[in-house]
């Protein structure tokens, strides 16, 4: 049963549940984090377009922290879309995985998600270098401009 609150405490129980390897738990959770706040998300994936343009640089200052923070429910929604990729690839549930990730790339794709050891990450750079580039078989479809941009693409089977 998927738990409902703030989209903060929503997505860190989805990721709770995607660390503990319970699968169809963050699944569920990812996806109901998604239908709550995803007008939101999109809403502040705009404001964001129109106000910053790009990824926010993070060089620890608070104000920079602050900024990124203040498009909470854009980093949430793509945070769960990306925890409901996770846990589909762990399920070998390839297609709905890709499914998932495609959507950060095509609506959230100024989203940043912070690490507790310190930093942000964007979750379109991360599935990039974990999943397209490393798993081209199931996931080359998701970003096929990284693969027009590299000469050896068509050269080497999947």
Not at 81 to 106: E, M, P, T, W
Not at 116 to 126: I, R, T, Y
Request: proline share 3%; aromatic share 16%.
């Amino acid at each position: 049963m998927a738990l409902y609150g703030t989209s903060e405490d929503m997505t860190r129980e989805a990721w709770k549940a995607l660390d503990a390897g319970n699968w169809d738990h963050a699944i569920d959770q990812a996806k109901a984090t998604i239908q709550e706040w995803s007008a939101a998300a999109l809403y502040l994936q705009q404001k964001k377009t129109q106000d910053v343009g790009r990824l926010v640089d993070y060089t620890g200052d608070p104000g920079e922290r602050r900024m990124i923070f203040k498009y909470w429910a854009l980093n949430d929604v793509a945070s769960a879309y990306f925890i409901l990729g996770q846990a589909c690839d762990r399920k070998g549930d390839y297609a709905q995985a890709s499914r998932a990730f495609q959507q950060i790339v095509n609506h959230y794709s100024l989203a940043q998600v912070w690490d507790p050891k310190g930093w942000f990450w964007s979750p379109v750079e991360a599935i990039t270098n974990d999943y397209v580039l490393r798993d081209r078989m199931h996931y080359r479809w998701v970003l096929p401009q990284v693969f027009a941009q590299n000469s050896e693409f068509g050269k080497k089977p999947f």
